[in-house]
């Protein structure tokens, strides 16, 4: 009879301490947006348009021909 080698047991994991620590709070604050309500901005593909809303980082356009489109402030730039 071969007798194969013994297998190598994993290590065990040091005990997990159940006592939860101090929690920080943070609050996150979303950063002011670099575009107003009524800006006129520049999309690459869509063209000219006007801000109407604005959400976080999203920015609700109305672009010229009526189609309304929501996108990301940093896919835009402003016109002057």
């Known amino acids: 009879m071969v007798r194969s080698k013994p297998r190598a047991q994993p290590k065990k994991k040091p005990p997990v301490d159940d006592k939860a620590g101090p929690i920080e709070e943070t609050l996150t604050v979303a950063p002011a947006s670099l575009f107003s309500i009524g800006d006129t ?32 402030e940093d896919f835009v730039t402003r016109k002057k």
């Open 41 to 72: 901005v520049h999309h690459p593909m869509f063209g000219d348009g006007t801000v109407k809303s604005i959400n976080e980082d999203k920015l609700t356009i109305t672009f010229d021909g009526n189609a309304t489109k929501v996108i990301r």
